[in-house]
């Protein structure tokens, strides 16, 4: 495949990460846990700049003079409950001088604009247009009774421009787009372990296009490090965990050995290691289905941490769950999804499943503990999806598209025919959707054409807002 690492790349980086890890063929396992408080990694905060435009006070058509302490106050719960983001600025311009404000704007990751009042395309719209024009992306936050500004904000958007239109009474839209500000700075301090190369899209297969377009670092590892790394785990550490996180929480153990279960707990541990020593937040594998263990659990457990663990090598995929991560919290569901036209059916289905899909905090989803269907060998996960949930199933690919749809889980089976973790969600039109599979822009092999990644909740409209502030195009199959 032409996007993947050539050799050269792939055996520098590699043997780099082989010496920062592995040490008289060992990994650094003392290294690792000198930084176990570490685990899991968490995002330094991201600079959201908030400014305040518009008059204040008792002239016609202005907020009251205690609205800016209302707003800095509802902001300060936002910080607190997301914990990854701080505010900077609050200037309220005027009496403030624009071009002031807009230079000491220069370390922000994103900037939230209340548009306190102002008519037609006077001084305030000039202002917001000024900050526009930093490239920053931006939020105008707009509630009723604030003048009459309002018309000429649309065109910001049709220009172009990065910003997000809030023309509403309801404040927890801020909430929402602050939330998606956080996207593409967490991504340009993201590292990706991974495993023996990737597959997907040419250009998420290229390590220089995906750090100049998204700043993500992909970490070449070879098979023979996460060996290496497996043998380096003591044993009865991987009891434990075997013990504490699988083996006393399943519903049922159906086909898996003992030891088989405990030797998947032994390659969480063994990735963990090398995720904290190369300070990675993500890892895929191509060898996932090979040794020294299967991937199953391991990426399993990962997504359940808030992490991203990524079957298949599939690089897509990753930066889709990356995404989605960061942007709502939850773990995504890489899916070989088949359709039912008579039932207006998506069904999605695989042996790798998160148990807390609805996010670290969840309580964790039914599972039963099972091969992997297609070797009948390994251990993998029967994941009970709840019916009733509204999910949003989505890849972004080519690093500039995201394709999205959104269905209703209606039924969990357990055919043998199909992968272990099952379930149907009903869709706009399944007969629609099955002839416009891929919307006529994407092209590749097999698991690039068919894997699509699933997740908890309709983020239809929040990922269209993150397309206008990431500058990608948002195209539903449906």
Same mark, same amino acid.
């Given at each position: 495949? /032409?996007?993947?690492?050539?050799?050269?790349?792939?055996?520098?980086? /590699?043997?780099?990460?082989?010496?920062?890890?592995?040490?008289?063929?060992?990994?650094?396992?003392?290294?690792?846990?000198?930084? +176990?408080?570490?685990?899991?990694?968490?995002?330094?905060?991201?600079?959201?700049?908030?400014?305040?435009?518009?008059?204040?006070?008792?002239?016609?058509?202005?907020?009251?003079?205690?609205?800016?302490?209302?707003?800095?106050?509802?902001?300060?719960?936002?910080?607190?409950?997301?914990?990854?983001?701080?505010?900077?600025?609050?200037?309220?311009?005027?009496?403030?001088?624009?071009?002031?404000?807009?230079?000491?704007?220069?370390?922000?990751?994103?900037?939230?604009?209340?548009?306190? /009042?102002? %008519?037609?395309?006077?001084?305030?719209?000039?202002?917001?247009?000024?900050?526009?024009?930093?490239?920053?992306?931006?939020? *105008?936050?707009?509630?009723?009774?604030?003048?009459?500004?309002?018309?000429?904000?649309?065109?910001?958007?049709?220009?172009?421009?990065? *910003?997000? =239109? =809030? @023309?509403?009474?309801?404040?927890?839209?801020?909430?929402?787009?602050? #939330?998606?500000?956080?996207?593409?700075? %967490?991504?340009?301090?993201?590292?990706?372990?991974?495993?023996?190369?990737?597959?997907?899209?040419?250009?998420?297969?290229?390590?220089?296009?995906?750090?100049? !377009?998204?700043?993500?670092?992909?970490?070449?590892?070879?098979?023979?490090?996460?060996?290496?790394?497996?043998?380096?785990?003591?044993?009865?550490?991987?009891?434990?965990?075997?013990?504490?996180?699988?083996?006393?929480?399943?519903?049922?153990?159906?086909?898996?050995?003992?030891?088989?279960?405990?030797?998947?707990?032994?390659?969480?541990?063994?990735?963990?290691?090398?995720?904290?020593?190369?300070?990675?937040?993500?890892?895929?594998?191509?060898? &996932?289905?090979? #040794?020294?263990?299967?991937? &199953?659990?391991?990426?399993?457990?990962?997504?359940?941490?808030? =992490?991203?663990?990524?079957?298949?090598?599939?690089?897509?995929?990753?930066?889709?769950?990356?995404?989605?991560?960061?942007?709502?919290?939850? @773990?995504?569901?890489?899916?070989?999804?088949?359709?039912?036209?008579?039932?207006?059916?998506?069904?999605?289905?695989?042996?790798?499943?998160?148990?807390?899909?609805?996010?670290?905090?969840?309580?964790?989803?039914?599972?039963?503990?099972?091969?992997?269907?297609? /070797?009948?060998?390994? *251990?993998?996960?029967?994941?009970?999806?709840?019916?009733?949930?509204?999910?949003?199933?989505?890849?972004?690919?080519?690093?500039?598209?995201?394709?999205?749809?959104?269905?209703?889980?209606?039924?969990?089976?357990?055919?043998?025919?199909?992968? !272990?973790?099952?379930?149907?969600?009903?869709?706009?039109?399944?007969?629609?959707?099955?002839?416009?599979?891929?919307?006529?822009?994407?092209?590749?092999?097999?698991?690039?054409?068919? %894997?699509?990644? +699933?997740?908890?909740?309709? %983020?239809? !409209?929040?990922?269209?807002?993150?397309?206008?502030?990431?500058?990608?195009?948002?195209?539903?199959?449906?």
């Amino acid at each position: 495949m /032409s996007g993947l690492l050539n050799r050269r790349q792939f055996m520098g980086a /590699s043997a780099a990460g082989a010496g920062m890890i592995i040490a008289g063929g060992k990994v650094a396992s003392q290294a690792a846990a000198n930084q +176990v408080d570490q685990w899991p990694p968490k995002m330094p905060p991201v600079n959201i700049y908030k400014v305040y435009i518009g008059r204040t006070g008792g002239i016609y058509l202005s907020r009251p003079t205690d609205e800016i302490k209302k707003f800095d106050g509802y902001l300060a719960k936002i910080k607190k409950r997301l914990g990854d983001v701080r505010f900077i600025g609050g200037e309220l311009v005027p009496p403030a001088q624009i071009g002031e404000v807009v230079t000491r704007m220069k370390d922000a990751d994103g900037v939230v604009m209340f548009h306190l /009042s102002g %008519h037609g395309g006077g001084a305030p719209a000039q202002a917001m247009a000024k900050i526009l024009d930093t490239g920053i992306p931006a939020a *105008v936050f707009s509630q009723p009774f604030s003048g009459h500004g309002w018309m000429y904000f649309p065109r910001w958007q049709k220009e172009g421009k990065k *910003v997000i =239109l =809030l @023309p509403t009474s309801d404040w927890s839209e801020i909430d929402r787009v602050i #939330g998606l500000m956080r996207v593409a700075p %967490h991504l340009r301090r993201t590292k990706i372990l991974v495993v023996r190369g990737p597959l997907g899209t040419t250009a998420a297969c290229n390590a220089e296009q995906v750090k100049e !377009r998204l700043g993500v670092e992909m970490i070449p590892v070879t098979v023979e490090e996460t060996i290496e790394a497996h043998r380096a785990v003591d044993i009865k550490e991987a009891e434990v965990e075997a013990q504490k996180y699988w083996l006393s929480k399943a519903k049922d153990i159906i086909e898996p050995a003992k030891k088989e279960i405990i030797n998947s707990a032994r390659l969480y541990l063994a990735m963990k290691n090398l995720m904290i020593a190369k300070g990675a937040q993500a890892t895929t594998s191509s060898n &996932c289905m090979g #040794g020294p263990a299967k991937g &199953c659990l391991t990426y399993s457990k990962l997504n359940d941490l808030g =992490l991203v663990g990524a079957c298949e090598g599939d690089m897509d995929s990753t930066l889709t769950m990356l995404i989605f991560q960061y942007a709502f919290g939850i @773990p995504g569901f890489i899916s070989d999804p088949v359709f039912d036209t008579e039932s207006n059916a998506l069904i999605h289905f695989h042996c790798t499943c998160a148990t807390k899909m609805a996010g670290p905090n969840s309580k964790r989803l039914p599972f039963t503990i099972r091969t992997q269907s297609d /070797s009948e060998r390994g *251990v993998s996960l029967d994941v009970e999806m709840p019916i009733g949930q509204i999910v949003t199933c989505a890849k972004f690919i080519d690093l500039n598209k995201m394709l999205i749809s959104t269905g209703e889980i209606f039924k969990v089976t357990h055919d043998e025919l199909g992968c !272990r973790t099952q379930f149907w969600t009903r869709v706009k039109d399944a007969h629609s959707m099955f002839h416009n599979w891929g919307a006529g822009v994407l092209e590749g092999g097999v698991m690039t054409l068919l %894997h699509r990644a +699933v997740f908890f909740g309709d %983020h239809m !409209r929040d990922i269209k807002n993150l397309g206008i502030l990431m500058g990608f195009d948002v195209v539903e199959e449906a």
